[in-house]
């Protein structure tokens, strides 16, 4: 992403995804013949770690909306991460992110509603609202990969709070914590982080509130304790540890748009048509994969959701 470039970062801070790909190529290769010769066991196929060990969250409903794609392997959903507040490195996240404190967690809902309040999230997800939901997540960037979310649909909870009829859009903020969050020391991005979604897309099925992957509790670098994924847009959308939801009448002012509004726009709808100015968007390479493969329209969630633009110009949706 485009990031501003503060005269205290060095280049080599900002991990590029061929340098990265290579590298874990490399390992991975290294890793699978030292194991199979040591064992004669072959690595290939081992993607999850265990996972029985999970949860305090209940019983996890599968979803229907799941894709049956091949999920990315744990490791590298945890391993590679845009996670600003910590770093912009994306290896960083996984160990600056490990003593980041995520409870007790409360979440401020507030703005055009009749019930505001301040919410535990315990009081806000309950376990037996959780579903497994299995979702492509595809960066701005050209990567993409499946993940198993732990969640609740937005809209689940939306109702609570007695949205007014002024709410036509609903804001999320992250966290605002420089000592716990170290890049949020640096100006790279305006803090703290905050995006937005239109009412009829937050209340869509598809947008889901995440607290766990993998059957698990959410690692802190994938944004623990709260964070929202709505699949079929670019995954800056997808905000992380979330601590104020905010129902507004006008458009909210979100960070990347701020940060460069010609190319990171309020929608962010994932569209293989049309580039960003400075790359094309039209194949993506799967965290996991050798070859890179053609972007789905809408990230592949087309049928779903494309009434929601009609009679707009996807041009404008970017
Ligand atoms: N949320 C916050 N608060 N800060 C961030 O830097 N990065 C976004 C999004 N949510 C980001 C964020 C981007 S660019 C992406 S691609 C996804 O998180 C990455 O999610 P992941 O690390 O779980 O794969």
Not at 19 to 33: D, G
Not at 96 to 111: D, Q, R
Not at 187 to 211: Q, S
Not at 223 to 231: F, H
Request: aromatic share 10%; net charge positive; with cysteine.
């Amino acid at each position: 992403m485009l990031i501003k470039q503060a005269d205290d970062i060095k280049s080599s801070e900002i991990t590029d995804e061929k340098i990265y790909l290579q590298r874990r190529r490399f390992l991975k290769t290294t890793a699978h013949v030292t194991l199979t010769a040591a064992t004669g066991i072959s690595l290939a196929g081992i993607s999850a770690p265990e996972v029985a060990a999970a949860l305090s969250m209940g019983d996890i409903k599968p979803s229907p909306l799941s894709t049956d794609e091949a999920k990315t392997d744990f490791k590298d959903i945890t391993s590679y991460n845009n996670f600003y507040e910590f770093s912009t490195d994306k290896e960083a996240p996984a160990h600056l992110a490990k003593n980041f404190k995520t409870s007790p967690w409360t979440v401020s809902v507030e703005g055009e509603i009749n019930k505001p309040a301040q919410y535990q999230l315990e009081d806000l997800v309950k376990p037996h609202q959780l579903q497994e939901r299995i979702y492509r997540l595809r960066c701005v960037e050209a990567w993409s990969m499946v993940i198993p979310w732990v969640g609740i649909p937005l809209r689940d909870i939306i109702g609570r709070f007695e949205p007014t009829s002024k709410a036509k859009y609903v804001e999320f903020t992250t966290l605002y914590d420089p000592e716990q969050m170290p890049g949020q020391r640096r100006r790279v991005l305006n803090w703290p982080y905050v995006e937005g979604l239109r009412m009829d897309e937050a209340m869509h099925p598809l947008t889901l509130l995440a607290v766990g992957l993998y059957g698990q509790v959410l690692p802190n670098q994938n944004g623990a304790p709260l964070r929202l994924v709505v699949p079929w847009k670019y995954g800056f959308k997808s905000i992380k540890s979330i601590v104020k939801i905010r129902f507004t009448q006008t458009q909210p002012q979100t960070t990347w748009a701020q940060a460069g509004p010609g190319e990171y726009g309020f929608y962010a709808n994932v569209n293989p048509d049309v580039d960003h100015p400075r790359w094309s968007q039209k194949r993506e390479r799967r965290i996991g994969d050798f070859f890179k493969r053609d972007t789905l329209m809408l990230n592949g969630y087309a049928d779903q959701v494309a009434s929601l633009y009609q009679g707009m110009d996807p041009k404008t949706l970017y």
